[in-house]
Nanobody
Framework: QVQLVESGGGLVQPGGSLRLSCAAS????????MSWYHQAPGKERELVAR????????NYADSVKGRFTISRDNAKNTVYLQMDSLKPEDTAVYYC??????????WGQGTQVTVSS
């Protein structure tokens, strides 16, 4: 069955870094655009970053441009989110998403990122 398993979250001080990973299985990974979303308490889930099927194009939310980098390794069926210069407002649950089109997409279970001193 389809699985997206996120890892790499945790507690980090402001200005620190984390690298999230999302391991995919159960579908043809290279056929799917991959994205990271986050959801803070009491807020809607928001797109953080997106990467096309072969990594040729990436998009970022304005709030993370220049600090976060999305990448993928199709040989390992894994997408990454490198998060640098973390701020307290980055605190949220981070979710991995795989999208074939508007109607067919999958979600991971999420990983908590907390930025606090």
């Amino acid at each position: 069955q389809v699985q997206l398993v996120e890892s790499g979250g945790g507690l980090v001080q402001p200005g620190g870094s984390l690298r999230l990973s999302c391991a995919a299985s159960g579908f043809t990974f290279s056929n799917y655009a991959m994205s990271w979303y986050h959801q803070a308490p009491g807020k809607e889930r928001e797109l953080v970053a997106r990467i096309t099927r072969f990594g040729g194009s990436t998009n970022y939310a304005d709030s993370v441009k220049g600090r976060f980098t999305i990448s993928r390794d199709n040989a390992k069926n894994t997408v990454y989110l490198q998060m640098d210069s973390l701020k307290p407002e980055d605190t949220a649950v981070y979710y991995c998403n795989a999208a074939y089109n508007s109607y067919l997409n999958y979600w991971g279970q999420g990983t908590q990122v907390t930025v606090s001193s």
